[in-house]
């Protein structure tokens, strides 16, 4: 039984307090979607559980993706059968959990002469792919004549386009997905903080880990932690705690770096999403997302800063030539880009290979004082990646300590509650926010939508707060009560957690930020006792975060 979420779950004081006091099953280290969704997988099975994450969760690569939970059309083409028939799977039942956070779109894939894919090539490869990811109805591949392709986008190079494929795909919010994930776990009574750093790890005499020293970043007090397993989930990180364990090996992780840019929509209006030729042999996608519209990703190799990582002049007229040559009519420049975001890969290191050409398979590090460390993989693949993790924590275990132990349940848990159901009530529910909308004299219907696919229903608890501000602007009502919900809910802890990773503004509305700033600011500062070098601090990140989205650097930072 399903335990509700009520404040005290989410609140700090408490969550520290428990860490300190509880011996758990399981300690994991690493906050995104990895993290956040064994966590959720070995609390539902009845795993005593903490999740500790030393920024805030999701501010890492599953914040940085493409955000689409997809199938890998182009590992079809690297004969990764394993990978593509995981990941198509996983997408539909991904799209079931949360039909309102994984929204499935028709992707166009255009033939050009000398492209990637041939015409017949195309046809054959996503009728595989549609096989492998048993893929039915209406979803499944369909071949498009120069016309026809034209009348679905008629912002395509007329004088290149050959014909196309039209296939199915899902759009998801990275960092709204991994907070769901964790909000759930939180429910089956995982112990979950943001913005406490695993510093150190202590050991027993046999030289197993026993405990782990923690910072927690607001009070700047360590937090010692004791588990009978420790799962290291950190993404990009993962080799610095193998280090911190002096468990590195001949393998370890190959990072490459994807940056994605964003275009308001009325730059680059493009009917649906693409996935299209760059002249080097990649591909990439535009996708539209309400107002704006972004392009990527990038691929390269990347050692600079982790923990600060930016997109390059390179890497912005990449994307722009790619656009430009697609679309020859928009005539895109620099300066036409809104924001950008800039992520790490943690992928496996293979000899002599591309960044490209790297595998997304995922893989578990297994060192001999227990840590056992997962690297590798996609985002769409989350709970399998989750399941193997538990698998081999399972293996540790004593029979009498797995007796009581359900086996995995996460196909099934609904990612939110109250939930809807599939995509046909989700067009409903938006709808009726409409409505809601308009009787608080919110007439865009663009604010239905984006509340819709933000929150699903919890839009409800979001509009309902709203009324109770006096702000004369119903948009600043509803803004604050979204920061209420978030200081409430979600474990907001600071103005990038709100701006970039609850409600991803930061990367696809960065007017607003600018707009309510100010708002959210003190809003707060009374929410969390900020005092005003506090919130000086604050705003200033804020603006670091601003800066990096709207500027292209000549190099990397070391």
């Known amino acids: ?47 005593k559980v903490c999740l500790v994450e030393k ?38 039942i991904v799209h079931k959990l949360a039909p309102h956070l994984v929204i499935p779109e028709k992707m166009l894939l255009p033939l050009v002469e000398g492209g990637t894919y041939g015409k017949m090539m195309t046809s054959i490869g996503l009728k595989v792919y549609d096989f492998l990811a048993d893929v039915k109805g209406d979803d499944r591949r369909r071949m498009l004549n120069k016309e026809e392709t034209l009348e679905k986008e008629s912002l395509l190079n007329k004088d290149a386009v050959l014909g196309s494929g039209l296939y199915a795909e899902y759009r998801t919010d990275d960092a709204r997905l991994t907070i769901e994930i964790l909000k759930k776990a939180a429910s089956f009574g995982a112990t979950i903080i943001n913005y406490c750093k695993m510093e150190s790890f202590n050991y027993n005499d046999d030289s197993k880990i026993k405990s782990l020293n923690c910072i927690d970043g607001n009070t700047g007090n360590t937090v010692k932690i004791k588990a009978r397993n420790y799962v290291s989930a950190a993404g990009p990180w993962v080799d610095k705690l193998r280090a911190k364990d002096h468990s590195m090996n001949n393998k370890y992780l190959h990072l ?11 730059k680059l209006p493009v009917k649906q999403p693409l996935y299209f030729d760059v002249p080097d042999g990649r591909m990439i996608f535009a996708i539209p997302r309400g107002r704006a519209t972004y ?11 982790l923990d600060r990582v930016v997109a390059t002049k390179d890497d912005a007229e990449y994307l722009l030539n790619a656009i430009n040559a697609t679309f020859p009519d928009v005539n895109l420049s620099i300066n036409d880009i809104e924001s950008n975001w800039a992520g790490l890969r943690p992928l496996i290191h ?14 578990l590090f297994i060192s001999e004082s227990g840590l056992i460390s997962i690297a590798g993989g996609k985002l769409t693949g989350y709970r399998r990646m989750a399941d193997r993790v538990i698998e081999a924590v399972l293996k540790t275990m004593k029979s009498k300590q797995k007796k009581d132990l359900k086996k995995s349940e996460t196909e099934k848990i609904p990612l939110v509650s109250p939930s809807l159901e599939n995509s046909h009530n989700v067009e409903i529910y938006q709808k009726e926010l409409e409505i809601k909308l308009l009787e608080l004299d919110i007439s865009d219907a663009y604010h239905a939508w984006y509340l819709c696919t933000t929150y699903g229903k919890q839009s409800d608890i979001i509009i309902d707060k709203s009324k109770t501000f006096d702000n004369k602007d119903a948009l600043e009502r509803l803004i604050r009560a979204e920061l209420w919900y978030g200081m409430h809910h979600e474990m907001t802890n600071s103005l990038t957690d709100f701006f970039v990773r609850r409600t991803g503004r930061l990367y696809f509305n ?10 959210i600011s003190d809003d707060c500062a009374n929410y969390l006792n900020w005092d005003s070098k506090r919130i000086a601090s604050e705003v200033e990140n804020l603006e670091l975060f601003l800066q990096d989205a709207s500027t292209y650097y000549n190099e990397e930072f070391e």
Do not use: C
Not at 295 to 305: A, L, M
Not at 510 to 519: A, E, G, R, T
């Open 1 to 47: 039984m399903e335990k509700t979420i009520e404040f005290s779950v989410l609140n700090r004081t408490a969550q520290i307090e428990k860490l300190q006091s509880t011996k758990f099953d399981l300690a994991i280290i690493g906050g995104g979607v990895t993290g956040a969704g064994i966590a959720l997988d070995a609390a539902s099975r009845g795993l």
């Open 256 to 266: 490459t770096k994807g940056v994605h840019i964003v275009f308001p929509f009325k």
């Open 55 to 92: 920024n805030d969760f999701a501010s890492g690569t599953s914040n940085k993706s493409t955000k689409l939970i997809h199938g890998g059309l182009r590992y079809l083409k690297q004969f990764e059968i394993g990978l593509v028939r995981e990941s198509g799977s996983e997408r539909a």
């Open 295 to 305: 392009v990527g990703t990038t691929d390269t190799n990347y050692s600079g800063n």
């Open 350 to 363: 293979e000899e002599d290979k591309d960044p490209s050409e790297l595998s997304r398979k995922d893989e």
């Open 510 to 519: 960065i007017p607003s930020v600018k707009k309510y700033m100010k708002i």
